[in-house]
T-cell receptor
Framework: SQQGEEDPQALSIQEGENATMNCSYK?????LQWYRQNSGRGLVHLIL?????REKHSGRLRVTLDTSKKSSSLLITASRAADTASYFC??????????????FGRGTQLTVWP | IAGITQAPTSQILAAGRRMTLRCTQD?????MYWYRQDLGLGLRLIHY???????GKGEVPDGYSVSRANTDDFPLTLASAVPSQTSVYFC??????????????FGPGTRLTVL
C-alpha cells in the first residue's frame, strides 16, 4: 500500500503547547496533503505541499516534506482546545494506475486540554 | 448550495436492498470521489471520476457502482447491500488540471447501517 501512515496515533497536550504529527509514505508522490476532521464531520483541507517544496506555512500550521526520507510533519503552534480533532495525511501518486489518486493514512487523534 | 452536499445524512438499510447515496457539488470541479471511512482504517477510495462521462475504480470498488452524467452529480449505488458496507461515506471533489492535483473538498458524509 502507498498510503501515508501517521505517527503518533494519539496525542494529548495542554493548550499553548505545540503539537507535532508525522507522516511516512512508501512511493513517489506528486504532493502531500493534510486534512482535519472534527468528530462526526467531513474532512477539511489544511495545507498542500508539492514534491518540489520543503516547507509551507499557513497561520499556526507548519508543514515540512522530506522526499528522500518519504516523510512529512505537521506542526501546530500554540494549540487551542478547538484544535482537538483527527488529522490525516494523504498522498497523491505520480505514476501507474493510481496516478492522481489521494491515499489517506489512518490519522492522528489530537486532544488539546484547556 | 455551497460546496458539496450529500443525502441522506444517515440511513438504516436491510441487507439485500438497493440504495443510492447522492452527492452534488456547485464548484464546477472536474473530479469527484467516493470514500468510505471505517474505524481504524482511515478513508478508502471506492470510485472516482476525472470528468463527466468517465469513472474509475478505487481501492474498494466491489459492491458499488457510480455514474457521472454531468459535472455536478456523482451518485453511489449499492446494488444489494451487505452488513460489511456499514460505514460512513464521504463524497469529495477537486479541480484537477492536467498533472496538477489540488486539494479535495469533502461533503458532510452519509452514515449507513446495513442490518
Amino acid at each position: 500500500s502507498q498510503q501515508g501512515e501517521e505517527d503518533p496515533q494519539a496525542l494529548s497536550i495542554q493548550e499553548g503547547e505545540n503539537a507535532t504529527m508525522n507522516c511516512s509514505y512508501k512511493t513517489s508522490i506528486n504532493n502531500l496533503q493534510w486534512y482535519r476532521q472534527n468528530s462526526g464531520r467531513g474532512l477539511v483541507h489544511l495545507i498542500l505541499i508539492r514534491s518540489n517544496e520543503r516547507e509551507k506555512h499557513s497561520g499556526r500550521l507548519r508543514v515540512t516534506l522530506d522526499t528522500s526520507k518519504k516523510s512529512s510533519s505537521l506542526l501546530i503552534t500554540a494549540s487551542r482546545a478547538a484544535d482537538t480533532a483527527s488529522y490525516f495525511c494523504a498522498t497523491v501518486a505520480v505514476r501507474g494506475s493510481t496516478l492522481g489518486r489521494l491515499y489517506f493514512g489512518r490519522g492522528t487523534q489530537l486532544t488539546v486540554w484547556p | 448550495i455551497a460546496g458539496i452536499t450529500q443525502a441522506p445524512t444517515s440511513q438504516i438499510l436491510a441487507a439485500g436492498r438497493r440504495m443510492t447515496l447522492r452527492c452534488t457539488q456547485d464548484m464546477r470541479h472536474n473530479a469527484m470521489y467516493w470514500y468510505r471511512q471505517d474505524l481504524g482504517l482511515g478513508l478508502r477510495l471506492i470510485h472516482y471520476s476525472n470528468t463527466a462521462g468517465t469513472t474509475g475504480k478505487g481501492e474498494v470498488p466491489d459492491g458499488y457502482s457510480v455514474s457521472r452524467a454531468n459535472t455536478d452529480d456523482f451518485p453511489l449505488t449499492l446494488a444489494s447491500a451487505v452488513p460489511s458496507q456499514t460505514s460512513v461515506y464521504f463524497c469529495a471533489s477537486s479541480d484537477d488540471q492536467g498533472a496538477t492535483y489540488n486539494e479535495q473538498f469533502f461533503g458532510p458524509g452519509t452514515r449507513l447501517t446495513v442490518l
